[in-house]
């Protein structure tokens, strides 16, 4: 990848992220606000706590609200307009990379039905996967409030800090109760969706439209080829069709490319793994 489709691939990925970003932000603030709104009220019932109660409580759940329709916003332009975007220019990258005998011969990138099927089918998976994450972001969002509504009910208050640490809006939760900032995770996430999809795109096209049973993997110096830290690196080897569709990318954050090689179709004795 050349360094200005790399700068500008980054700027997609940035024009994704940042706005999904700032829907945690946004709940955040919400939360701080519910928070403090709260802690001016009296423990206790007094005069006028259930009306400020519900108004604080149905302000954030207008917020809620808010956050869940911007973020599911964001989602869709990325899977409807970015991801297709991505995919078509993983197929030119690919070509452009490719031996000049393979290029003369190429014809340009247009939406098959195997490259439909194929953006469809990842787009779907994607699109879930990200919704999923909003969503539970909606569920962690409520359970905080009804933490806050019973706190606000008792004599001393809420403890303010102590809500914040067990329901950290800004963050998002893995299924190890790892946490990252919500920057940090969709960055991550849309970035290993993203290069996925360019990986996946120049494979298919390499197959459909090359007749490619062999790929030309670029990657880090120190990348493995099924993990990281997989002893069987994967930069300048020469991989199957097959070994290449199953490990598109090795982890996230991974800078793995494929160029088609279907030059070396006819050459003997050619294993996967094999040095450029």
Do not use: K
């Not at 946004?26 to 108004?55: E, Y």
């Not at 939406?111 to 962690?140: G, K």
């Not at 197959?207 to 990281?228: I, K, M, N, R, V």
Request: charged share 20%; proline share 5%.
């Amino acid at each position: 990848m050349t360094t200005t489709t790399r700068t500008l691939r980054g700027r997609i990925l940035d024009a994704a992220a940042r706005p999904l970003s700032s829907c945690w932000q946004a709940l955040r603030s919400a939360q701080r606000s519910l928070l403090d709104g709260l802690r001016r009220v009296r423990g206790g019932r007094p005069t006028g706590f259930t009306a400020a109660l519900r108004r604080f409580s149905n302000t954030f759940l207008t917020a809620v609200g808010v956050f869940d329709r911007d973020a599911r916003a964001v989602v869709e332009q990325w899977v409807i307009t970015t991801l297709p975007t991505l995919y078509r220019d993983g197929t030119l990258d690919a070509l452009d990379r490719a031996p000049f005998s393979v290029r003369r011969r190429a014809t340009r990138f247009s939406w098959s039905p195997t490259h439909t099927h194929t953006i469809t089918a990842l787009s779907a998976q994607y699109y879930a996967d990200l919704i999923n994450r909003i969503s539970e972001a909606v569920r962690r969002a409520q359970a905080f409030l009804r933490a806050a509504q019973d706190q606000a009910r008792r004599p001393e208050g809420i403890d303010r800090d102590g809500l914040l640490a067990e329901h950290p809006l800004d963050t998002v939760i893995y299924r190890n109760q790892a946490r990252y900032p919500a920057h940090a995770w969709a960055t991550a996430a849309l970035g290993a969706q993203a290069t996925t999809t360019t990986n996946t795109a120049a494979l298919t096209y390499g197959q459909s439209e090359l007749a490619a049973d062999w790929f030309e993997c670029s990657d880090g110096p120190g990348c493995g080829f099924l993990t990281h830290d997989d002893p069987d690196r994967a930069d300048r080897t020469i991989r199957s069709a097959a070994d290449a569709l199953a490990h598109p990318l090795a982890h996230f954050g991974c800078v793995r490319e494929w160029t088609p090689r279907p030059d070396l179709n006819n050459r003997p004795n050619l294993v996967s793994g094999a040095p450029v």
